[in-house]
Nanobody, 127 residues
Framework: QLQLVAYGGGLVQAGGSLRLSCATSGRTFTSYHMGWFRQAPGKERAFVSAMTWMGGTYYADSVKGRFTVSRDNAKNTLYLRMNSLKPEDTAVYYC?????????????????????WGQGTQVTVSS
């Protein structure tokens, strides 16, 4: 079983930057495709970004050009660098792990396809 712990959230002003991390405890980290979702109050959990073990990356249209997903296999850690933050980025951010591989990037955008979730970390962007 894979354990995920997300951290690095906080309060930042609009236009600022923040880096989120997701540490995993299992030794099978490289066997999983990883992703990030976020959920604002009163809204559905929404896809943010994903990265396959092969290095392919996917982004929601709302964060393209501002967010960058990466992973450090030696540290068993997933990252999300967030630049040019906007108030609408305010949400609880969750890291995710998928066991399955898909030929389409759309697979990683569906929260029901996630096999393991982190506990979430709060990001608040003030205007």
């Amino acid at each position: 079983q894979l354990q995920l712990v997300a951290y690095g959230g906080g309060l930042v002003q609009a236009g600022g930057s923040l880096r989120l991390s997701c540490a995993t405890s299992g030794r099978t980290f490289t066997s999983y495709h990883m992703g990030w979702f976020r959920q604002a109050p009163g809204k559905e959990r929404a896809f943010v970004s994903a990265m396959t073990w092969m290095g392919g990356t996917y982004y929601a249209d709302s964060v393209k050009g501002r967010f960058t997903v990466s992973r450090d296999n030696a540290k068993n850690t997933l990252y999300l660098r967030m630049n040019s933050l906007k108030p609408e980025d305010t949400a609880v951010y969750y890291c995710a792990a998928y066991r399955s591989t898909s030929s389409s990037g759309s697979y990683y955008q569906v929260s029901g396809n996630v096999d393991y979730w982190g506990q979430g970390t709060q990001v608040t962007v003030s205007s």
